[in-house]
């Protein structure tokens, strides 16, 4: 079957709003599908912010909605940059405020984070059945994660309808919600069900995406057979084991326009595998910016992301007063959890001269973080893709990981054997533990003391070809797949 028109339901899109990797794929695929000749519009709801970043746009339709007495605007506009339509879900009661998308400024989720979603997920109902005064209807409704994941639900009760893609970015995020919430959803009873959307008591959005879209995918495919385990599985993966054959793990991309070492602005210098010894123009623009002494030998270690437990900061903490009798500098990017962003801000007064920390998000900063540092550090617990260590990869910064999820499916291991085979690209360790992840940072010392294999390994990494443009065809694949069961 023939698969053209496709709506790509999500919560965020890069660059028009972003908290974390969806975005990057929202932001991405879709413009991967355009080129390969697809019809592919985006939906997601009008936040302030979005609206502000997508700059011109129109009134494109005025929508219903029972038991919602406001008037839903469609807003019609382009992804920046692309000539991809975006429909933003006007409804300024629920989208239009301060803060992001899921929560206020303080970090504490909206209150009414389950009306508004319910509202984004029935509008997406409209425009796939064709009901949204938009005389456009897709071939797939491919949704992202729990704010999109009712809309597989209320599509599988009508017939004939479009077929459904239901993608899981990270499990541990499932929009759970109780019964008296639910009760005001205007939703139907039936819904309420262990067979349904009903999860030990709350109502899941993200087990209705996975219970009722007719293929199911992840973000790698070892993060697929994850998720089919008690330690992954976080509760639904007797689920996730019952659709199996309907679970597809296909590897998020990196998008290369705008993670390529050769043209990347914010660097000092820019470069490539042929002339990498640039790169120690970058490594002092990051020492100046972090305030660390300026030594174009001392190896420099970054790492850009949320400072939580899930992604093991708590490990590289833990191991800061026997890192550092290493010769070593570490920089960090991020935010997060509020005891441990408090925790590596002490440990920046106690080593001055070996630690920098930028508490929060700063897109410039982090491509000079890859551009700069020697090593990039994800000791994730759990790591459903990634793409710092994709985009570590191409910038020759060589990734020290956990094999997990799609850190595992991405970076090969510089054992004495797969560097004499002309295969390694960084450094992987199994355990989530301090001693681990110590072990595994001497490792890549040890390597980076080794000027020779130091600069093969670099060399190899650098020709990794991890673009959308290959996972898209996966996606038509999938499409088709779901498009036959539908």
């Known amino acids: 079957m023939s698969i053209h028109k496709i709506l790509f339901v999500t919560s965020e899109a890069h660059p028009l709003i972003k908290t974390g990797g969806l975005a990057d794929?929202?932001?991405?695929?879709?413009?991967?599908?355009?080129?390969?000749?697809?019809?592919?519009?985006?939906?997601?709801?009008?936040?302030?912010?979005?609206?502000?970043?997508m700059g011109r746009h129109s009134r494109k339709a005025e929508l219903k909605l029972a038991g919602f007495p406001d008037d839903i605007t469609l807003l019609e506009g382009y992804l920046p940059g692309t000539r991809i339509i975006v429909w933003l879900v006007d409804s300024p009661r629920h989208f239009d405020r301060d803060g992001g998308p899921y929560a206020n400024a303080e970090g504490?989720?909206?209150?009414?984070?389950?009306?508004?979603?319910?509202?984004?997920?029935?509008?997406?109902e409209q425009v796939a059945l064709n009901q949204a005064s938009l005389d456009w209807q897709?071939?797939?409704?491919?949704c992202n994660d729990w704010q999109s994941g009712l809309t597989p639900a209320l599509l599988a009760r009508t017939s004939p309808r479009p077929a459904t893609v239901f993608t899981i970015h990270n499990l541990a995020y499932q929009g759970l919600f109780s019964?008296?919430?639910?009760?005001?959803?205007?939703?139907?009873?039936?819904?309420?069900?262990?067979?349904?959307?009903?999860?030990?008591?709350?109502?899941?959005?993200?087990?209705?995406g996975i219970a009722f879209a007719d293929m199911l995918s992840t973000v790698s495919p070892q993060y697929a057979r994850e998720i089919c385990t008690p330690e992954f599985g976080c509760g639904l993966e007797n689920l996730l084991s019952q659709r199996a054959d309907r679970l597809v793990g296909i590897l998020?991309?990196?998008?290369?326009?705008?993670?390529?070492?050769?043209?990347?602005?914010?660097?000092?210098?820019?470069?490539?595998a042929f002339t990498v010894e640039k790169k120690k123009a970058n490594k002092?623009?990051?020492?100046?910016?972090?305030?660390?002494p300026h030594d174009g030998d001392i190896p420099l270690i970054g790492l850009v992301g949320r400072l939580v437990e899930q992604k093991g900061f708590d490990l590289l903490l833990a191991i800061l007063p026997q890192l550092f009798q290493r010769q070593v500098q570490v920089v960090v990017l991020g935010s997060g959890d509020k005891s441990l962003e408090q925790r590596l801000e002490l440990a920046v007064s106690d080593y001055p001269d070996r630690l920098g920390a930028y508490i929060g998000y700063n897109e410039k900063l982090a491509h000079q973080v890859e551009g700069g540092a020697d090593m990039f550090l994800m000791p994730s617990r759990y790591e459903p893709c990634g793409l710092n260590q994709i985009y570590s990869l191409r910038y020759g910064t060589l990734p020290v990981v956990r094999r997990t999820g799609g850190l595992a499916n991405t970076v090969v291991d510089a054992t004495e054997?797969?560097?004499?085979?002309?295969?390694?690209?960084?450094?992987?360790?199994?355990?989530?533990?301090p001693e681990s992840l110590l072990h595994a940072i001497d490792r890549a010392l040890?390597?980076?003391?080794?000027?020779?294999?130091?600069?093969?390994?670099?060399?190899?990494?650098?020709?990794?070809?991890?673009?959308?443009?290959?996972?898209?065809r996966q996606y038509l694949e999938l499409y088709r797949r779901a498009a036959s069961l539908g």
């Open 25 to 53: 794929v929202s932001g991405s695929l879709p413009v991967a599908l355009k080129t390969l000749r697809r019809d592919i519009r985006i939906l997601m709801p009008a936040y302030r912010a979005a609206k502000i970043a």
């Open 108 to 124: 504490q989720d909206w209150p009414d984070n389950a009306e508004r979603f319910t509202v984004f997920c029935r509008i997406a």
């Open 138 to 142: 897709p071939d797939i409704v491919h």
């Open 179 to 208: 019964w008296e919430t639910f009760q005001g959803l205007h939703l139907p009873a039936d819904l309420w069900s262990m067979h349904a959307m009903e999860f030990y008591g709350q109502f899941s959005f993200i087990k209705g």
């Open 252 to 272: 998020n991309g990196a998008d290369y326009g705008q993670w390529n070492p050769a043209r990347d602005p914010y660097l000092a210098a820019n470069y490539n």
């Open 284 to 292: 002092r623009q990051l020492q100046k910016i972090y305030k660390l």
């Open 417 to 433: 054997e797969n560097l004499a085979r002309g295969t390694a690209t960084g450094i992987v360790f199994d355990e989530a533990t």
């Open 446 to 472: 040890a390597l980076y003391s080794r000027p020779k294999p130091w600069k093969k390994v670099i060399f190899n990494a650098m020709q990794q070809d991890f673009s959308w443009r290959r996972s898209a």
